[in-house]
């Protein structure tokens, strides 16, 4: 585990303190011994939840830093990607974690009670009925998602989630940049601008990783998030 204080260090330009570190060390026992009995994640090899899980989570910080971060929504966040190790690193960040599987949604709640993470709400929810919610409506600073869907529907499910003046977080692979030019209507739609595609690079890993933020500029428009279904099978 020590492996991820020069690698935070170098790509990100943060230090993993001893706490931080122990934090991650029994997320990763969690989540290995987890694995064996219920499918939570593809990544089985500890050298691959280290690189692929927690250092590609805390990439957002490459973005993020210097900006708000009271309060931060996950959505599709599976086995907690990226939203808890931004949490571990943050304490203080009010987190909301969204993931309308159940075995996912209760190891999260496991993990964030294990780790003794205070102001974490775990909802096993469809991102189109959060997005409804007056309780998180255009509340947050960020809005993230990882590997959830492609950008245009994701663009619906998060825009209504951030607050005028804060950002959506996209984590995209090697698509990214054509996602973002494919989902210009959506995001002007939903009340965004697209502001930066930043290309990341992680140690070991091939393939192409982008992060693209888009920031609220306007409030969207009470009819979105559609009812659940329609963003995907209709996106705008």
């Given at each position: ?17 001893a706490a931080q570190l122990a934090a991650f060390e029994r997320y990763e026992r969690e989540l290995l011994e987890w694995n064996a009995r219920i499918n939570l994640t593809a990544i089985r090899e ?186 995907s099978k209709h996106p705008l």
């Open positions: 585990m020590k492996e991820l204080v020069p690698l935070a260090q170098s790509i990100i330009g943060i230090r993993l303190p500890p050298k691959q939840i280290r690189v692929k899980h927690f250092l590609d989570s805390l990439t957002c910080l490459c973005v993020m830093q210097g900006t708000p971060m009271e309060r931060v929504i996950d959505v599709g966040t599976g086995a907690g990607f990226p939203g808890i190790p931004l949490k571990i690193l943050y304490p203080k960040m009010r987190l909301t974690l969204v993931e309308s599987v159940g075995k996912k949604a209760n190891f999260c709640r496991h993990v964030v009670k294990t780790l003794g993470l205070e102001g974490v709400e775990v909802i096993q929810e469809r991102a189109e009925t959060v997005g409804q919610s007056p309780a998180h409506r255009e509340k947050y600073d960020w809005a993230l998602a990882r590997a959830v869907a492609v950008l245009p529907v994701l663009s619906e499910y998060l825009l209504p989630l951030v607050r005028v003046g804060g950002a959506m977080l996209a984590m995209k692979g090697e698509s990214g940049p054509a996602e973002a030019h494919a989902s210009e209507n959506a995001v002007r739609i939903l009340g965004g601008h697209l502001k930066k595609i930043l290309p990341v690079t992680l140690p070991g890993v091939v393939e192409e990783r982008y992060l693209v933020v888009i920031d609220k500029v306007a409030a969207s428009p009470p009819g979105y998030p559609r009812r659940v279904g329609l963003p």
